[in-house]
Structure formats: C-alpha cells, structure tokens
C-alpha cells in the first residue's frame, strides 16, 4: 500500500501477481458440490412444498368454484320453488273464490226457490181462506137471506121499514 501526499492509505492492486489455477479449479468444484447438494437438499423439497401448496390452492378454488355452482343451482331451484308456491297460492286464491262464487250462486237460489215455495203456499192459504171466507159468508148470506124473508113476511113493511132492517141486518154483518 501507498501512502499519498496527505498521508492516507490507499490499496493498490498488485500487477502481474500470480494466478493460482489450483485456487479457482478447487472454488470451481466446490461451488458444483454445493449447487448439487443445495439441489438435491433444499430445492427439490422447496418446490415439492411449493408444488403441494400449489395443487392445494388449486384445489380449494375448485371446490370454492363447485360450492359456488352448487348454491347458484340452490338459488335457483328455491326461485322456482317460490315461483311454484306463489301460483300455487293464486291458483287456491282463484279456487276459493270460484268456490265461494258457486256457494253464493247455490244460497241465492235456494232462498229464491223457498221464497217461492212460500209465497206460492201463501198465494194457496190465501185462496183458500178466502174460499171458506167466501163460503161462511154465503152460509151468512143465506141465513140472513132466509132470516129476512120470514120478517118480511112476519111485517109487511113499506120501503122505508124494509131499508131499515137490510141496514140493521148489514150492521151485525160487520160486528160478526
């Protein structure tokens, strides 16, 4: 080493010092050694580790792909399900309703039949009581009739005594 006018060290190299094969053959050998063994202890087992994680997250994507597949075909299927539910609603919606149109229909005509049956058994009590009213009032009538006749024979009555007695006879009609 040479010192400089300042008096700092500094490191020359040596020119024409002598090269030493033996040095860089043995480095050389030594350096294959150790890249073969590296290869054969640390590298080998490195990617085999490597490779290993690599299918195992391959895989797991793929099963993460298959659930997500799975659950979109779920989704899917409960969609349907709902949709089928819901126009199965409608459709008990729309029956029940046709169903209690049809009752409705059914009580509606039921009632106008008995209101018939009874206004026609109404129109049959009326004709007949009117028919035995008519025929108590005939009974009456001739009664009456008969009763009046033998006082007009009992009487022999001018006009004015004769409207007095069909008048008085009418009267007890009407109390009667």
Do not use: C
Not at 2 to 11: A, K, N, Q
Not at 89 to 98: D, G, H, L, S
Not at 138 to 162: F, M, P, T, Y
């Amino acid at each position: 080493m040479e010192r400089s006018e300042r008096g700092v060290l500094h490191p020359q190299f040596v020119i024409g010092a002598e090269f030493a094969a033996g040095d860089v053959l043995f480095t050389l050998v030594a350096f294959i050694i150790l890249l073969a063994l590296i290869r054969i202890f640390a590298w080998k087992p490195l990617m085999g580790i490597m490779k290993e994680r690599e299918e195992h997250i391959a895989s797991e994507i793929d099963a993460a792909e298959e659930s997500r597949a799975q659950a979109e075909g779920l989704l899917e299927e409960q969609k349907q399900v709902l949709k089928e539910a819901r126009v199965e609603a409608q459709n008990m919606i729309e029956n029940a309703k046709q169903l209690g149109e049809k009752e409705r229909e059914s009580i509606i005509q039921t009632a106008r039949s008995e209101s018939e049956r009874l206004k026609e058994e109404a129109k049959s009590d009326i004709a007949r009581e009117k028919e035995d009213a008519i025929a108590a009032l005939r009974d009456q009538v001739g009664s009456l009739s008969v009763l009046i006749a033998s006082k007009v024979i009992e009487k022999n009555l001018d006009e004015e005594a004769q409207s007095s007695l069909i008048e008085e006879y009418i009267e007890r009609l009407d109390d009667k």
